[in-house]
């Protein structure tokens, strides 16, 4: 069967220095039933202008100004509402992906009902393009038991929220909320609705250009008046206020037999602290 209409949904700000590339490289995918929505929020330097060229020579790619910035995570709400295609991705304006990655991704999706994300391997580069000598792994949640998949995202990387989602997966989730952790509570929220599938082959370059070397440094950025990620004036002197009742809200919307939700409740309520210990730890290394 021809595989679906994919949008890719690409949230940005300011992103000139990378951005030719990056649509250059979505572009090039060789699934050609897809469209690209560039959300530009308000940038002030030539962002719109390169995108607007690439709109110019592919009818696929259209860009959706904000005059105003409305905030990080706004922005990433924006780009999935505007989305038209059965399988959905959000897409840095920094980042590079082999020719192969939607189609590989969106195959999977199709071959499994029961998914709700496929992603690819990732690897790390930096402002030139040169790898890093950083890996990130990964787990295919088939076989896993919905609270299974949903530790496993709680102690896993976020990589996957750039994978591949089923539109009416992430249609039936929570909208974005802005806090920190975000993608931890969507990504929690569409394990407990089905797997996330690994599509071996395909890669995902992400790119790391920020000279940031402390975890509150990532948390100050989340927190600036350009992001506005913490959102209201508490959770940015707080950042992680509320994120265990957000991530607990998740067991509680999912049709999970009720020993298994709370037991999931009182594994997280011990393990939130030393989830982030382990995160500032490994982000200063």
Known sequence: ????????????????????ASLAA???????????????????????????????????????RSPHNIGAIANFRRAFELARGEFFMWAAGHDLWSHDLVSACATRLRADDGASIAFAQSCWIDAEGGALARTSGWTDTRGMAPVARWMNVFWGNMHPIYGLIRSSSLRACAPMEERVGADLVLLAELALRGDFVHAPGPLWSRREFRSETAYEQKLARYA?????????????????????????????RADLPRPDRYAALVALAGALPLRYRVGR????S
Do not use: Y
């Not at 021809?2 to 300011?14: C, K």
């Not at 730890?281 to 200063?284: E, L, N, P, T, V």
């Open 26 to 64: 979505l572009r090039a995918q060789d699934h050609r039933d897809l469209e690209i929505i560039v959300c530009d929020n308000a940038s002030d330097d030539d962002t719109p202008s390169i995108c607007e060229r690439h709109a110019r020579e592919d009818p696929r790619v259209r860009l959706e």
């Open 1 to 20: 069967m021809p595989l679906p209409l994919v949008s890719i949904g690409m949230p940005v700000r300011n992103e000139a220095r990378f951005i030719d």
């Open 224 to 252: 600036s008046a350009a992001n506005r990620i913490a959102g209201t004036p508490l959770r940015r002197r707080f950042p992680l206020l509320g994120l265990p009742l957000a991530l607990a809200a998740t067991l509680r």
């Open 281 to 284: 730890r490994m982000h200063g």
